[in-house]
């Protein structure tokens, strides 16, 4: 019997590691396919924030064949006059990344075990799992901030495309500084020999700064919060401008947030998952939680931060369904998964707040 919480390495298991951590085959279309992502999506953020901000939502296109480079003139216009990066939005995304960061070292939180890392010679690497310490921190000193006006949130929304420009330019320096500082220091893992395709997946697979892991930080620490903020920043622009919240925005607030104060609650269940077992940090990870998910999966509040509330206020009935099903859908999960569900509820007490409710 093998004692529970240990993990026994067989000379079978060591020989499939040893074949895990080597290329073996191409996956996203290989380098081509990559190489397109990596050029088609910087362009499609651009193209859905214009189309939100400045077309009322349609997707817009040229009128005619005669009309295309026109049009692709016209994209530019909006991008150069509204999208390009200042010190202020600059100083904005990058005071937010280092005080994430900031509190990843000195929150307290739980110390989790990843699982053995082959590579390491199967030792396991210690996570420090305070995303909810700093989630609450994150929040009070926004509300600090905003309250006081040393900072108001609702310049984060008045300045989305540039502060997206930033988050861009942020997404494609780490993928390239993690990449080369790794080829440097002589630890990259499973290499193709394609730059691009390479780049792409990544060169290192546990990238640290002292305690703090890299990849686990910018997993939740970095999109989800800011994903957050953006919808904070979104209600505090509608309030501003309309005198009060919609129920529509306010029901995208409280959904992030949710989803948010699950991530960082549940963030010690994140060490021996496939992300930080097997995934290396590359582009494909960086770029998407750098830029990618917190300007991506905001369109609906760029959307009704740009338009009057009155223009997509639905019936009293619809709110009812939407409120209930977003507040009830965690109970669905005791007759979905039953005993097991049970189980969890006895390890993990509290359902919002830890020693509180």
Not at 6 to 11: C, E, L, Q, V
Not at 44 to 70: A, E, H, K
Not at 77 to 90: L, M, Q, V
Not at 211 to 225: F, I, Q, T
Request: net charge negative; with cysteine; charged share 15%.
């Amino acid at each position: 019997m093998i004692p529970y919480g240990i993990i026994k390495t067989t000379a079978k298991g060591k020989k499939q590691d040893k074949l895990m951590d080597e290329h073996q085959y191409y996956e996203f279309g290989g380098p081509w396919g990559v190489t397109a992502m990596m050029l088609i999506f910087p362009v499609l953020m651009y193209y859905f924030w214009i189309c939100l901000w400045f077309y009322d939502g349609q997707l817009v296109r040229p009128t005619s064949t005669d009309d295309i480079v026109p049009f692709l003139w016209r994209m530019w216009d909006h991008i150069r006059k509204d999208a390009a990066p200042t010190p202020y939005t600059f100083a904005i995304f990058t005071g937010l990344m280092a005080f994430e960061l900031l509190l990843a070292f000195i929150m307290p939180g739980y110390e989790q075990q990843g699982l053995p890392v082959p590579s390491l010679d199967y030792k396991t690497l210690t996570y420090h799992c305070n995303a909810l310490a700093s989630f609450y921190a994150t929040v009070l000193t926004a509300f600090g901030l905003h309250y006081t006006g040393l900072f108001r949130l609702t310049d984060i929304m008045n300045n989305f495309g540039s502060t997206m420009t930033v988050a861009m330019i942020w997404g494609w320096a780490a993928s390239f500084l993690t990449y080369y500082i790794t080829i440097w220091t002589g630890q990259q893992i499973r290499m193709s020999g394609n730059f691009a395709y390479d780049f792409w997946m990544g060169a290192p697979l546990n990238p640290r700064i002292g305690l703090v892991d890299l990849k686990m930080w910018a997993e939740v620490r970095v999109p989800w919060m800011l994903l957050f903020i953006i919808s904070l920043s979104g209600a505090c622009k509608q309030y501003e401008d309309y005198g009060y919240v919609s129920a529509n925005m306010a029901f995208m607030v409280l959904a992030t947030g949710l989803y948010l104060n699950a991530c960082a609650k549940g963030e010690e269940c994140i060490p021996q998952t496939w992300d930080m077992y097997h995934e290396k940090w590359g582009f494909m990870i960086i770029f998407w939680n750098f830029a990618g998910v917190p300007f991506t999966y905001c369109y609906s509040i760029v959307y009704m931060a740009s338009h009057d509330p009155a223009t997509y206020q639905f019936s009293t009935l619809g709110y009812v369904a939407l409120y209930s099903l977003l507040l009830v859908s965690h109970y669905m999960c005791a007759i979905k998964y039953g005993e097991d569900w049970t189980k969890y509820c006895d390890i993990v007490k509290y359902k919002f707040i830890p020693g509180v409710y």
